[in-house]
T-cell receptor, first 114, second 111 residues
């Protein structure tokens, strides 16, 4: 079956621009997560959705970052006024029910801010 | 901040040898999970061990958990060149709201 799909796979943008990153989770998975990973580091938690609502957004670094999941399926991570420090691989994952469920990751979107 | 810390940061072994990676964490957990990541790809779930379990096996993988020491180990037996990847431990807190990853161990298996 289809896994977690993230688009685009690569995004290059100029400092100050707005970007949207999309995640299509596995069908039927109620939990969806966004992580950010820099080179040589482990994934850093950003936000966790259970259904349509953000159950935990405490990992979002500042108010330039926002994520939505309006219908409980596809999610979009939005970054305003991008900065060079936002450059990283943004990973999306979904799981069947959240607690005690393994995460299924997409291949990520590599964001480069020039 | 990262909950889990893997040790060693890098490990290089010959094909056929066993590889052991360790993970330490700081707070109470609901479960601990191990993931693998090949370069340029997403993470792949390997095994989940709950806080009331002490050992779990899956194929050539063996995971132990010692909650009194807040530590876990991942053993890969009879390693293959295809096992070359980064391995991460991740802990889920009792509230279950997030999975927190460590910095990973880079494993290289030489043919």
């Amino acid at each position: 079956g289809a896994g977690v799909s993230q688009t685009p796979s690569n995004k290059v943008t100029e400092k100050g621009k707005y970007v949207e990153l999309r995640c299509d989770p596995i069908s039927g998975h109620t939990a969806l997560y966004w992580y950010r990973q820099s080179l040589g580091q482990g994934p850093e938690f950003l936000i966790y959705f259970q259904g349509t609502g953000a159950a935990d957004d405490s990992g979002l670094p500042n108010d330039r970052f926002f994520a939505v999941r309006p219908e409980g399926s596809v999610s979009t991570l939005k970054i305003q006024r991008t900065e060079r420090g936002d450059s990283a691989v943004y990973l999306c994952a979904s799981s069947l029910k959240g607690i005690n469920s393994p995460l299924h990751f997409g291949n990520g979107t590599r964001l480069t801010v020039t | 901040s990262q909950q889990g810390e893997e040790d060693p940061q890098a490990l290089s072994i010959q094909e056929g040898e066993n590889a052991t990676m360790n993970c330490s964490y700081k707070t109470s957990i609901n479960n601990l999970q191990w993931y693998r990541q090949n370069s340029g790809r997403g993470l792949v779930h390997l095994i989940l061990i709950r806080s009331n379990e002490r050992e779990k096996h899956s194929g050539r993988l063996r995971v132990t958990l010692d909650t009194s020491k807040k530590s876990s180990s991942l053993l890969i037996t009879a390693s293959r060149a295809a096992d070359t990847a980064s391995y991460f431990c991740a802990t889920e807190t009792p509230s279950g709201s997030r999975l927190t990853f460590g910095e990973g161990t880079q494993l290289t298996v030489n043919p």
